[in-house]
């Protein structure tokens, strides 16, 4: 074969070989996509909610202590939830309280009260990736997780548990999110998240969540009623005890969800 026709041979190879890497990355982020706005649309349409909780805090020696606390959550379809976060317990911080608000593709808002200076103080977006008054969350997790603020990639199919697993990677859009990538572990029957692995901005495991005791709500709400966040780094963990979800409470953005309100959140 001549010179000049075995390079084009290779070029033609080389296209041929790059399209298809480039139409494989297309598929793994458009299923990736699809199964967060599946597993999305599932979730959606209980109006509001309120639930009760008990979180355990653990040092890596095995000493705990705990905090009682309130999350009501108002679904806002044209912008994006409404979260606030009540601490009932231990009297040091009963009252602090957390409120975010939603955007679709804009960072959040979010707004917390200290009761002990009387003082509303808003979180910078940059500061979002530090813990949430010492625990392995931090001000990020508790952010509404749009889908559209995000990328995705499929990975692959794995058994996890009993069952059986999408396992997805997602990318915050946010230059000041605190991961490179979360990858979430989902199960194909009900779509619902079992477990998300969090690697750090120099794409380093950092935490990992495991979610459980799934109970069905109003024959179509999956809520785990355990999660647990631990830290890779420093054996830290935090527990999250989720009572009964009550939905239909009547909130409104206006008197639930204001900066106002989280001084009344007491």
Known sequence: MPMLNRLLLALILLVASATHALAGALDAAERGREIFLQAD??????????????????TAGGSSSERELRIRQLEVPADGDRVMVVF????????????SHGHPRAPDDQWLFLPAIKRVKKIASRNRSGPFLGSEFSFEDLSAQEVEKFTYEFLREAPCRDT?????????????????????????????????????????????????D??????????????????????????????????????????DFSESSLRRAR
Not at 48 to 54: P, S, T
Not at 88 to 96: C, L, M, Q, V
Not at 236 to 247: C, V
């Open 41 to 58: 649309e599932r979730a959606s349409g209980f109006g509001d909610l309120e639930v009760a909780l008990r979180m355990t805090l653990r």
């Open 88 to 99: 009932d317990t231990p009297p040091s911080i009963r009252g602090t309280a957390l409120l």
């Open 164 to 212: 059986d697993c999408y396992v997805v990677a997602r990318f915050p859009l946010d230059k000041f999110s605190g991961y490179a990538r979360e990858v979430f572990w989902i199960d194909q029957e009900h779509l619902r998240t079992l477990k998300v692995e969090y690697f750090d901005r120099n794409s380093k495991p950092v935490k990992v969540l495991e979610a459980s």
């Open 214 to 255: 799934y109970r069905l709500y109003q024959d179509r709400f999956w809520k785990a009623h355990t999660m647990v966040m631990e830290n890779l780094r420093t054996g830290k963990s935090t527990e999250l005890h989720w009572q009964d979800f009550q939905f239909d409470q009547g909130l409104r953005a206006d008197r």
